[in-house]
């Protein structure tokens, strides 16, 4: 297998972002009516709840 270096990938993606979110054209930025969910701390169980409320509301009676 290969050997990754989490720090680094870290470090590469973090800078992508800045960089995608600062150009000029077409920065990477949520949409304005965007829900933003920030799953830092949260399991995959908790982010998949998180989004279900936001989702739920808006789906027709017979999808909940």
């Known amino acids: 297998g290969q050997v990754f270096d989490r ?3 870290t470090r590469e993606t ?3 972002d800045v960089d995608d979110s600062r150009r000029e054209l077409s ?3 949520p949409a ?3 829900t933003v969910v920030d799953s830092t701390t949260m399991g995959i169980e ?3 709840g998180e989004m279900l409320k936001v ?3 808006h789906l027709p009676p ?3």
């Open 55 to 57: 989702i739920q509301p």
């Open 46 to 48: 908790e982010v998949v």
């Open 14 to 16: 973090e800078k992508r």
């Open 32 to 34: 304005g009516d965007a």
């Open 7 to 9: 720090n680094r990938i």
């Open 62 to 64: 017979s999808s909940k």
């Open 27 to 29: 920065p990477l930025k």
